[in-house]
T-cell receptor, first 115, second 110 residues
């Protein structure tokens, strides 16, 4: 089954404790991205990756890191989480812009609370 | 990058046709227009995509006029389960990122 998986689905942590949210896709997609969603603000892109070892900042990259060492995985790293990073996070993958027909597949989301 | 503008919210009743319009005045020549649906606490789900004129699938229709500065998502005979947030998104050939706006919150009433 074609899917994007994220782990963990729920996480409560404390300020300053490094954490990683994993994202994996099984569709051989080149493009992957991370979004955060906050009430009234829609989806805001954090980082995206056009392919392995190619990553770039989205709209709200501050406080986040990513890596793309393999095509299928795109982890989101919070080196020192703060309460303003409490949010619902989504990972997505697609063939990529410029591919003609292009559909982003989203993971189930990770609800993060930073105390 | 095609910056998009949509109504914040819309109300409808079961059985009605709903049309949600998105403005994208600065759309680039190679941009496609894509619509997604999102239910609470779930990731967005692809609905339909088009470049120009009309596209129809089993869920919706998408109308894009000749100037491509706007597009309209049409949902025929909505039901309560169509209550969701709908996003339009410009996805461009030369764009390295794809951005969502705030979306349109559709509420279908009985």
């Amino acid at each position: 089954e074609a899917q994007v998986t994220q782990n963990p689905r729920y996480l409560i942590t404390v300020t300053g404790k490094k954490l990683t949210v994993t994202c994996s896709q099984n569709m051989n997609h080149e493009y992957m991205s991370w979004y955060r969603q906050d009430p009234g603000l829609g989806l805001r892109q954090i980082y995206y990756s056009m392919n392995v070892e190619v990553t770039d900042k989205g709209d709200v990259p501050e406080g986040y890191k990513v890596s793309r060492k393999e095509k299928r995985n795109f982890p989101l790293i919070l080196e020192s989480p703060s309460p303003n990073q409490t949010s619902l996070y989504f990972c997505a993958s697609s063939l990529g812009p410029g591919q003609g027909y292009n559909e982003q597949f989203f993971g189930p989301g990770t609800r993060l609370t930073v105390l | 990058l095609a910056k998009t503008t949509q109504p914040i919210s819309m109300d409808s009743y079961e059985g009605q046709e709903v049309n949600i319009t998105c403005s994208h005045n600065n759309i680039a020549t190679n941009d496609y227009i894509t619509w997604y649906q999102q239910f609470p606490s779930q990731g967005p789900r692809f609905i339909i995509q088009g470049y120009k004129t009309k596209v129809t699938n089993e869920v919706a229709s998408l109308f894009i006029p000749a100037d491509r500065k706007s597009s309209t998502l049409s949902l025929p005979r909505v039901s309560l389960s169509d209550t969701a947030v709908y996003y339009c998104l410009g996805e461009g050939y030369n764009n390295n990122d794809m951005r969502f706006g705030a979306g349109t919150r559709l509420t279908v009433k009985p």
